[in-house]
T-cell receptor, first 114, second 117 residues
Framework: AQSVTQPDIHITVSEGASLELRCNYS??????LFWYVQSPGQGLQLLLK??????LVQGIKGFEAEFKRSQSSFNLRKPSVHWSDAAEYFC????????????FGGGTRVLVKP | GAVVSQHPSRVICKSGTSVKIECRSL??????MFWYRQFPKQSLMLMAT?????????EQGVEKDKFLINHASLTLSTLTVTSAHPEDSSFYIC?????????????FGNGTRLTVT
């Protein structure tokens, strides 16, 4: 069965420091991958997505992610975190055969220290 | 950009009553809408997929008689929690897409916080 794992439940980072959120997946087929951000009590906003091609993907708000097939990973990074980046981040994975049905990871809550 | 409006944002109801949550695509026609449930500090769990004009497809373990989904038009899907109980308290989120393929963008509503007392 497919699964998505975000190993870190919480991450605390100082403002201005770099951030990396981990995502590992287990899928039998070639996946397509997403990162979403959720502010408290809100829906999800798409940060970036990977379907094919260049494995380093640029997203909004200065985020990027790198797809590593050999490691079944799609880690999210940001060079310098802003206080407004404090939120919950979800990695999601889908396969072409399933259309828009996505499987979400458990989420990583990011806290930003001043 | 495409906007999905979810209403109400918060609702409190008494045990045994039913509550309806609306999900509207404001500036596009949503061929498919998805309903998710999110427990506190947990991930989104897909409950069902609804296509306009047809019956919703429920995920395994989701009670279709308890969570009634109607997708009567290309801009509106509703989720009705029937005979609600405290364990139904949760954050419900809808998403919508204009296409059918895997690369058709998903747009999420802001969610509905349901509290059953």
């Amino acid at each position: 069965a497919q699964s998505v794992t975000q190993p870190d439940i919480h991450i605390t980072v100082s403002e201005g420091a770099s951030l990396e959120l981990r995502c590992n997946y287990s899928y039998g087929a070639t996946p397509y991958l997403f990162w979403y951000v959720q502010s408290p009590g809100q829906g999800l906003q798409l940060l970036l997505k990977y379907f094919s091609g260049d494995t380093l993907v640029q997203g909004i708000k200065g985020f990027e992610a790198e797809f590593k097939r050999s490691q079944s990973s799609f880690n999210l990074r940001k060079p310098s975190v802003h206080w407004s980046d404090a939120a919950e981040y979800f990695c999601a994975v889908g396969i072409k055969a399933a259309g828009n049905k996505l499987t979400f990871g458990g989420g990583t809550r990011v806290l930003v220290k001043p | 950009g495409a906007v999905v409006s979810q209403h109400p944002s918060r609702v409190i109801c008494k045990s045994g009553t039913s509550v309806k949550i609306e999900c509207r695509s404001l500036d596009f026609q949503a061929t498919t809408m998805f309903w998710y449930r999110q427990f506190p500090k947990q991930s989104l769990m897909l409950m069902a997929t609804s296509n306009e004009g047809s019956k919703a497809t429920y995920e395994q373990g989701v009670e279709k008689d308890k969570f009634l989904i109607n997708h009567a038009s290309l801009t509106l899907s509703t989720l009705t929690v029937t005979s609600a109980h405290p364990e139904d308290s949760s954050f419900y989120i809808c998403s919508a897409t204009a296409g059918f393929g895997y690369n058709s963008p998903l747009h999420f509503g802001n969610g509905t916080r349901l509290t059953v007392t």
